[in-house]
């Protein structure tokens, strides 16, 4: 069964400062992806980066990058220059192959506060 | 497009009540999702469909019921509402299976539902 596994509540960060948001997965299909979203106080949720199994190169959209090491099974968000803004929670989720690729399961989330 | 709507935005149930909260997307995806968000928590998954008339259990699907009789719409049921349901509940819906960034999840802006 997939799992999804993000072991910091909550991270105080300075402002500029960059900051990882830890990820740990768990599945036996070799085919999967990683999703990660940003939920803020208002609280929609906002695709941030995707990253496939197969995917040669590690995912990066402006500020976010996804930091992937396959073997330890893990799927780290680094977010550069941190802003006030980027104060929220975050989400890792994971997708598998195969028969069950419809399902998409999410970890129990980070909460993320800025420092001014 | 108005992507995923949810409706109610607000519900305040007796215990032993029920009601239905409906779900609409107008982007012709053909996977949609019923998630529920419990205070400072992750998101679990409590059913999903894959297309109109199927529909499959996710990790807490007790307690609740769908249907999906058209692409667009996807309503949850409660039969006998629990303290336990307080929740936000929310919707989401995808437009392929298979393992792409194009296949994120788009979600609605969630239902907060109380029972008291």
């Known amino acids: 069964a997939q799992k999804i596994t993000q072991t910091q509540p909550g991270m105080f960060v300075q402002e500029k400062e960059a900051v990882t948001l830890d990820c740990t997965y768990d599945t036996s299909d070799p085919s999967y992806g990683l999703f990660w979203y940003k939920q803020p106080s208002s609280g929609e949720m906002i695709f941030l980066i995707y990253?496939?199994?197969?995917?040669?190169q590690n995912a990066t959209e402006g500020r976010y990058s996804l930091n992937f090491q396959k073997a330890r099974k893990s799927a780290n968000l680094v977010i550069s220059a941190s802003q006030l803004g980027d104060s929220a929670m975050y989400f890792c989720a994971m997708r598998e192959g195969g028969s069950s690729a419809s399902k998409i399961i999410f970890g129990s989330g980070t909460r993320l506060s800025i420092r001014p | 497009n108005a992507g995923v709507t949810q409706t109610p935005k607000f519900r305040i149930l007796k215990i032993g009540q029920s009601m239905t909260l409906q779900c609409t997307q107008d982007?012709?995806?053909?996977?949609m999702y019923w998630y529920r968000q419990d205070p400072g928590m992750g998101l679990k998954l409590i059913y999903y469909?894959?297309?109109?008339?199927?529909?499959d259990k996710g990790e807490v699907p007790n307690g609740y019921n769908v249907s999906r009789s058209t692409t667009e719409d996807f309503p949850l049921r409660l039969e006998l509402a629990a303290p336990s349901q307080t929740s936000v509940y929310f919707c989401?819906?995808?437009?392929?299976?298979?393992?792409?960034?194009?296949?994120?999840?788009?979600f609605g802006p969630g239902t907060r539902l109380t029972v008291l």
């Open positions: 989401a819906s995808s437009p392929l299976t298979g393992l792409s960034s194009y296949n994120e999840q788009f």
């Open positions: 990253q496939g199994s197969y995917d040669q």
């Open positions: 982007m012709n995806h053909n996977y």
């Open positions: 469909s894959v297309g109109a008339g199927i529909t």
